[in-house]
């Protein structure tokens, strides 16, 4: 499986960014697709992932601003992020698993997003 993801950036606070990631090779039919980021000295971390059936799962920092969807036809997720803070600075990863209680994980090359105060 091969990610290719897209987006990022540098934006001010409060501003909006949209992260896609197309998937590619080998796809299963019951998969779940998310977001990861790291920030400078910190743990990766759970942002948001979304299951092929559309449930959804969120890290309680971005509830509210961050919204996670995907397009099931073309293998792609994507993660509008609004009202963004500094503390949304990061690099930010895209994952697939090819079913929902799995240990396997694909990571796509990491987006950077920053945030301006």
């Known amino acids: 499986v091969q990610l290719q993801a897209s987006g990022g950036g540098l934006v001010q606070t409060g501003g909006s960014l949209r992260l896609s990631c197309a998937a590619s090779?080998?796809?299963?039919?019951?998969?779940?697709m998310g977001w990861y980021r790291q920030a400078p000295g910190k743990q990766r971390e759970l942002v948001a992932v979304?299951?092929?059936?559309?449930?959804?799962n969120y890290a309680d920092s971005v509830k509210g601003r961050f919204t996670i969807s995907r397009d099931n036809a073309k293998n792609t997720v994507y993660l509008q992020m609004n009202s963004l803070k500094p503390e949304d600075t990061g690099v930010y990863y895209c994952?697939?698993?090819?079913?929902?209680?799995?240990?396997?994980?694909?990571w796509g090359k990491g987006t950077q997003v920053t945030v301006s105060s």
């Open positions: 994952n697939y698993k090819p079913r929902v209680l799995t240990s396997i994980n694909y």
């Open positions: 090779g080998g796809i299963s039919s019951n998969n779940v």
């Open positions: 979304i299951t092929s059936g559309g449930s959804t």
